[in-house]
């Protein structure tokens, strides 16, 4: 997107950048931070954010001040818990951040199949993520573990079929009318 990221107004107020003690005011921290999240990274389609990143995100130099990695482990778990976003390593070092729910990519993936009048084709993952016919939607770009979450969850609902490949870029897909 070529419009500028308007912050809101706690980013510029020093105490939302330490993890509050009181309990109300730490929930409403969470909060706001997890909007915050989700609204800078599907502003900037950023699908995985690292914790160890100095981003403007966590970073607000206007105040001089910038989340520590235990308040951006915890405002990152925060969207893991709500179904926002996944860790996508063991150590809780990157987030895959989901502006969208899981289920919501997944009725993307099979509503964009489907008007384009894929069903019952087999495209590889690596088209879904980069080809030409997903050009200026959300999917383009998207992160092939995204993909592949959504598209597991279409197969539990009998819309899709995942054919493995060599490696994760070559798996393909099929979508059904179910």
Request: net charge negative; charged share 25%; with cysteine.
């Amino acid at each position: 997107m070529s419009e500028e990221f308007v912050f809101p107004v706690f980013y510029n107020y020093p105490p939302y950048f330490t993890l509050q003690p009181v309990t109300d005011t730490l929930a409403k921290q969470k909060q706001l931070w997890k909007d915050l999240i989700l609204q800078y990274c599907k502003h900037f389609k950023i699908y995985l954010v690292n914790k160890d990143d100095d981003t403007p995100l966590f970073n607000n130099q206007s105040i001089q001040r910038k989340l520590n990695t235990e308040a951006k482990e915890v405002f990152l778990g925060e969207l893991v818990a709500d179904g926002s976003g996944t860790w996508s390593d063991a150590s809780h070092r990157q987030c895959l951040i989901l502006w969208h729910k899981l289920e919501d990519w997944a009725d993307i993936l099979h509503s964009w199949a489907r008007d384009m009048g894929l069903m019952d084709d087999v495209l590889t993952v690596e088209e879904l993520r980069t080809g030409d016919d997903t050009r200026g939607t959300e999917i383009h770009g998207a992160p092939i573990e995204l993909l592949l979450q959504a598209i597991s969850h279409l197969e539990k609902q009998g819309k899709a079929r995942l054919f493995q490949g060599d490696a994760s870029e070559e798996h393909g897909v099929k979508f059904l009318t179910g």
